[in-house]
């Protein structure tokens, strides 16, 4: 594993190339950094859809995942990037590995609804060591480096302690309910948590639902057919902020796999896990 100054150097070079990844502007001289997100947040996007016709991708999106990616093998070139836009199908070794999802809540985005960030990960020999979840919009930089605790914008954040269901707020993830051969479980685990739960909320950004797991202003989430990068940046700061993650049948998760059950605690998400593969 690298050493605690080796992340600490990855992980201040790669918290000011998010932030200038979000800041992108136009001088009389020449494209530069100026906030790509928040000059998009209100303007009209041009979409496209990806696979299916609930999954779209932005002309920002782009823009953020070049600007990271070029940024990043700048500092590091020897790196590998796993990334949402164009550069989906690499693998994950053991090799240094920045995850990115260049703008999570593409949805939310398209629609002038603020929840939506950038995510960036860090891996070496498969292990997340770094996590940055960045939204501009509502300014809230969640951050993490393994074994160095959880913050959102500097101050630390701890996972509630709740392991009582009836008493638990919960996430779900429902846009692939769209889906037909999806519709009808999805649902069923909706009709599932309502009936236990305090609430259910459904906030269409992954890495935003972990770190706000990682917070405590949720208790526990729940999500299937998601990608890497939709949530390794938000895992490490749950895991970070005392927080647990599985597999949504209850067994281990496995990153490239992501099905995640987050909780704040283990029992929380065992008892999650049960209900669910129960009901």
């Not at 782009?62 to 989906?88: C, G, T």
């Not at 993830?173 to 769209?178: I, N, V």
Request: proline fraction near 3%.
């Amino acid at each position: 594993m690298p050493s605690v100054n080796e992340v600490n150097n990855y992980y201040n070079k790669s918290l000011s190339i998010v932030k200038k990844s979000a800041e992108i502007h136009l001088t009389d001289e020449s494209w530069e950094f100026y906030k790509i997100m928040i000059d998009g947040f209100s303007k009209k996007k041009e979409t496209l859809t990806k696979a299916v016709d609930w999954d779209f991708v932005t002309e920002f999106d782009k823009k953020v995942e070049d600007n990271l990616i070029q940024q990043l093998l700048r500092e590091f070139p020897e790196h590998k990037i796993i990334a949402e836009e164009s550069q989906s199908g690499a693998e994950l070794t053991s090799d240094p590995t920045w995850i990115i999802d260049p703008i999570d809540g593409t949805t939310n985005f398209m629609h002038g609804y603020p929840q939506s960030c950038i995510s960036v990960a860090l891996t070496i020999n498969k292990e997340l060591v770094i996590g940055i979840v960045y939204n501009p919009i509502m300014n809230q930089m969640f951050t993490a480096k393994k074994g160095q605790g959880a913050f959102l914008n500097g101050q630390p954040i701890r996972a509630s302690k709740t392991e009582d269901l009836s008493k638990s707020l919960l996430a779900l993830e429902l846009s692939h309910g769209r889906h037909p051969s999806r519709h009808n479980q999805m649902m069923k685990s909706f009709d599932a948590c309502v009936s236990v739960a305090h609430g259910v909320r459904t906030v269409g950004s992954s890495a935003l639902t972990l770190c706000y797991v990682a917070m405590g202003g949720l208790d526990a989430y729940y999500a299937n057919y998601l990608n890497s990068w939709d949530i390794a940046a938000g895992v490490l700061i749950l895991r970070e902020a005392g927080g647990t993650v599985i597999s949504t049948n209850g067994d281990k998760f496995d990153l490239m796999t992501a099905r995640v059950l987050a909780a704040g605690t283990n029992v929380l998400a065992q008892n999650l896990a049960k209900l669910l593969k129960d009901f």
